[in-house]
């Protein structure tokens, strides 16, 4: 299994742009699918972002489409999260994913998980 560590969170301004990356392991990085999703109080979990091993395949929720842009370093063991034009509506708990599905579910069905970065968007 993999071992994850999300980092790059903090307090920004709307408008503003973030980067996280998440470092992995204890497995073969490229051969796991990676997400983040996010979690703000009270909301559902939310998955805004995965990219395949080979990076053949890249899903985004319609919420972060055009603004977050997902990419993998599979020499350096990490995957990123470039979130640009941030609003105050992606406050949350953002945490990184690894997992192997192979089917139509690959991008919200993950077997590890890190321990979360929060990023605050507000003025």
């Known amino acids: 299994q993999v071992q994850l560590v999300e980092s790059g969170g903090g307090l920004v301004h709307p408008g503003d742009s973030l980067r996280l990356s998440c470092a992995a392991s204890?497995?073969?990085?490229?051969?796991?699918?990676m997400g983040w999703c996010r979690q703000a109080p009270g909301k559902e979990r939310e998955f805004v972002a995965a990219?395949?091993?080979?990076?053949?395949?890249?899903y985004y929720a319609n919420s972060v489409k055009g603004r977050f842009t997902i990419s993998r370093d599979n020499a350096k063991n990490t995957v990123y999260l470039q979130m640009n034009s941030l609003k105050p509506e992606d406050t949350a708990v953002y945490y990184c994913?690894?997992?192997?599905?192979?089917?139509?579910?690959?991008?919200?069905?993950?077997?590890?998980w890190g321990q979360g970065t929060q990023v605050t968007v507000s003025s």
């Open positions: 204890g497995s073969t990085f490229s051969n796991y699918n």
């Open positions: 994913a690894a997992g192997r599905r192979r089917d139509s579910d690959w991008w919200r069905e993950y077997d590890s």
């Open positions: 990219i395949t091993g080979t990076r053949n395949l890249i």
